[in-house]
């Protein structure tokens, strides 16, 4: 069966990886230029900043399993850094991609077909199946199995005509975060590898270049705080950036050489009020709906979504074929 996987982050590309074991053929699309979603990483000189989430944990009974069997060796790794300040549970350490988180998702991509650039803006029942429809209105193509795999709020963009769907949807929040990537020059600055502040700006200070193979040094990624963000959220990223530099300056200590290398605003990074149930599917619709929202806040929670889901549509779908 051919099916379309709109988000190619941790939980889409689950769901795809299964169900291509499967043999089902599916085709994801996602509206950024390549996989990851909020397991993002840039390339930076000779190397990779992780602007995302900048590592995860993997206590899931299976993650690990499914992680290691499903991408080529050496993408994922054990990295366990030295901390200073109270980690939240969804800021714990213990895995990271190599040599960019993104190479996760990318190793679960695999060789599936994959349309990067492409934002999904409409969904619609068709006499072939659903329709995907991108932003300039062109349709794309018909596909009996759709999964939606994006943030909560723009997956209710998606799905505002199917009430049942829409109605849970609705009740889910999510919150922002603003990051920033910064260069300490030829410093090193006498901060751990990861660094939580109750302070009002920062959050949180990750060491980019300890992590294995990023090829870049002194360099680090700041997060900031949820309220900061919020009151921050439609401000021009260059201003923010050059709050959160003087901050982190404030934290870290000044260097003459230090500078900002870009800012970016997660506008839906973490999940605040989550839904509460592992997936959305409606077996008649074939309509399949999954995220980190749907449990928490954590990679983890996306994998366990689109894990969940991915087990339920075979089960229920492969007594049909
Ligand atoms: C700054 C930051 C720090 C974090 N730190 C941690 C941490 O320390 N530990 C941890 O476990 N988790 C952390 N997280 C959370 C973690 O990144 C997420 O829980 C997880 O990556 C979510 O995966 P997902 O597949 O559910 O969603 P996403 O990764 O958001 O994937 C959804 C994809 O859908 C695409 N998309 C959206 N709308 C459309 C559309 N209309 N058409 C096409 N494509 C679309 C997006 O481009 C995206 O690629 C952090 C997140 C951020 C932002």
């Known amino acids: 069966m051919k099916a379309a996987i709109i988000g190619a982050g941790m939980a889409g590309l689950t769901v795809a990886s299964i169900l291509r074991a499967a043999g089902y053929e599916a085709t994801v699309f996602d509206k950024s230029k390549g996989t990851g979603g909020r397991l993002s990483s840039r390339s930076y000189g000779s190397g990779w900043i992780d602007h995302g989430a900048p590592y995860f944990s993997a206590n899931l009974p299976y993650l690990t399993d499914f992680l290691s069997e499903n991408l080529p060796a050496g993408k994922l790794q054990h990295w366990q850094g030295l901390i200073s300040g109270q980690l939240r549970s969804d800021e714990q350490l213990q895995a990271v991609g190599v040599p960019r988180n993104s190479a996760i998702t990318r190793g679960l991509l695999g ?34 199995l759709v999964i939606v795999a994006v943030p909560a709020p723009q997956a209710l963009m998606l799905l505002k005509d199917q009430q049942r769907f829409a109605e849970q949807i609705r009740g889910v929040r999510m919150e922002p975060a603003w990051v920033a990537a910064i260069s300490a020059g030829e410093r090193r600055y006498r901060l751990p590898e990861v660094a939580v502040f109750q302070h009002p700006v920062i959050r949180r200070i990750v060491d980019n270049s300890a992590k294995p193979q990023r090829g870049n040094d002194n360099v680090y990624l700041v997060q900031a705080q949820k309220d900061w963000s919020q009151q921050h959220l439609e401000d021009p990223p260059e201003q923010v950036g050059q709050q959160l530099l003087h901050s982190f ?23 605040e009020k989550p839904l509460g149930h592992p997936f959305l599917w409606d077996k008649q619709l074939k309509l399949g709906v999954c995220g980190d929202w749907c449990l928490g806040r954590r990679v983890e929670d996306a994998w366990q979504s689109g894990a969940d889901l991915a087990v339920r549509i075979l089960a229920q779908l492969d007594r049909e074929i």
Request: proline share 7%.
């Open 111 to 144: 060789d599936q077909p994959f349309q990067p650039s492409t934002r999904i803006a409409r969904i619609e029942p068709g006499a072939e199946g659903w329709q995907l429809y991108n932003d300039g209105d062109s349709l794309l193509g018909h596909w009996p």
């Open 249 to 271: 300056r404030a934290l870290a200590g000044h260097s003459d050489d230090d500078r900002l290398l870009f800012v970016h605003r997660w506008r839906y990074a973490f999940t």
